[in-house]
C-alpha cells in the first residue's frame, strides 16, 4: 500500500441525501444591540408551530433561536429544536451558520444552516451519526429551509433536487505530530488535544495547515469533531473554524480508518477574499492510517432556480 502522506491531495466528492423541509415562522423576535444600532446584537426568537415533512422524518417542530447580530446585519444563527414525528419519535436538533441579507430585497434573508441530531428512538438511531446542511430562505418572516444528509463520496454525483450548490473551496490533507486523549471510563469515552500539519491545495483556501482539535469520543464510537486551524495563504492569513463527526467507514478499506463530515466557517482579511467571512462549508474526506486527514471543503449556495 502507498503511504497516502506523499501522494497528490485528491478532491474528495460530497453526498447529499435528503431529509426534510423545515418551515417555521417566530412567534417572537427580540433584538437587543447594546453597544449602538451600528454594533453587535444579540437576538432572541422562537416558534411553537413550526413542522418538518419529508423523506426522514415528518412532524412538528419547537424551535428556539438566540442569534449573534454581527455589525455587517449578518446574523448567527444559534437554534435549538425539537422535532415530534407523527410516529410519535422525538429528534432533539441543533443548528448553526449564517442568515444573510439580501441586497436590495428587503424582508428577505438566505438561510444556510448546518444541523446535528440526537434521539433515542431506535428506528432514528442513524440521525446520531449524521450531520446535515440545509439552504433555504426565510421571506416576509416565513422561513423555508430543505435539509440534506452529507456524506463522503468515493465518485463524483449529480446532486439531488432542491440541494445547495457546492463550490470547492481547496483540498486539504494534514497529520497529527502532537495528539494526547484521557479517556474517562476506560477506552470508551474521552476528550482529546492535538496538533495538526499540513496543506490545502487548489482553490482559495490553497495555502499551509496548522490546527488546534479538541475532539469529543463517544460509547458508541462516534467522534466528535473540534478544531481551530490557521491557513497561511499566498495573499495572508484565513482562520478556519470546523467541527462535526468522524464515523467508522460505510465502505471498509484497507487503509481506511473514519468517513468525516465538517461544518466549517472562515474569517479573514483578505479583501479579495472577504465573502469567505459568510460562508458556510461542507467539509467530507476520510482518516487513512496511519492518522492522516484528507478533506474537502466545499463552499455552500441556494440551488440554482
Known amino acids: 500500500m502507498s503511504d497516502i502522506r506523499h501522494q ?23 433584538r437587543l444591540m447594546p453597544f449602538g444600532a451600528a454594533s453587535e446584537g444579540q437576538a432572541y426568537a422562537y416558534d411553537t408551530s413550526a413542522r418538518v415533512a419529508g423523506e426522514a422524518l415528518t412532524g412538528s417542530l419547537r424551535l428556539t433561536q438566540y442569534p449573534r447580530i454581527r455589525a455587517d446585519e449578518v446574523l448567527l444563527p444559534d437554534a435549538h429544536g ?25 424582508g428577505r434573508w438566505t438561510i444556510m444552516h448546518w444541523m446535528r441530531f ?11 451519526a449524521t450531520l446535515a ?8 418572516d416565513v422561513a423555508r429551509v430543505r435539509y440534506f ?17 457546492l463550490e470547492l473551496l481547496g483540498a486539504a490533507r494534514w497529520e497529527y505530530p502532537e495528539y494526547e486523549a484521557v ?20 482553490g482559495l483556501l490553497a495555502g499551509a495547515w496548522r490546527g488546534w482539535h479538541y475532539p469529543t469520543y463517544l460509547r458508541n464510537g462516534l467522534y466528535q469533531i473540534d478544531a481551530h486551524v490557521e491557513i497561511q495563504s499566498a495573499q495572508g492569513i484565513i482562520l478556519n473554524r470546523h467541527g462535526g463527526l468522524a464515523t467508522q ?14 461544518h466549517a466557517i472562515f474569517i479573514t482579511e483578505i479583501p479579495e477574499l472577504a465573502h469567505l467571512n459568510r460562508t458556510l462549508a461542507l467539509g467530507t474526506g476520510f482518516v487513512h492510517s496511519p492518522g ?14
Open 183 to 202: 479517556r474517562l471510563f476506560g477506552d470508551t469515552e474521552g476528550v482529546g488535544f492535538a496538533a495538526s500539519v499540513g496543506s490545502v491545495e487548489g
Open 82 to 106: 425539537l422535532i415530534q414525528t407523527d410516529a410519535g419519535e422525538q429528534v432533539i436538533t441543533r443548528a448553526a451558520g449564517y442568515v444573510l441579507p439580501v441586497m436590495d430585497e428587503p
Open 8 to 30: 497528490e491531495v485528491q478532491s474528495v466528492p460530497a453526498r447529499l441525501t435528503p431529509l426534510f423541509e423545515a418551515r417555521w415562522s417566530y412567534a417572537e423576535f427580540v
Open 133 to 140: 446542511f440545509g439552504v433555504g430562505a426565510m421571506v416576509d
Open 249 to 262: 467507514p460505510a465502505r471498509p478499506a484497507d487503509g481506511l480508518l473514519y468517513d468525516v463530515v465538517q
Open 149 to 165: 444528509a452529507a456524506a463522503p463520496a468515493a465518485e463524483p454525483a449529480d446532486l439531488p433536487a432542491g440541494a445547495p450548490a
Open 292 to 305: 492522516v486527514v484528507t478533506l474537502s471543503y466545499y463552499g455552500l449556495s441556494p440551488a440554482a432556480s
Open 118 to 128: 440526537r434521539t433515542a428512538a431506535e428506528e432514528l438511531a442513524w440521525l446520531n
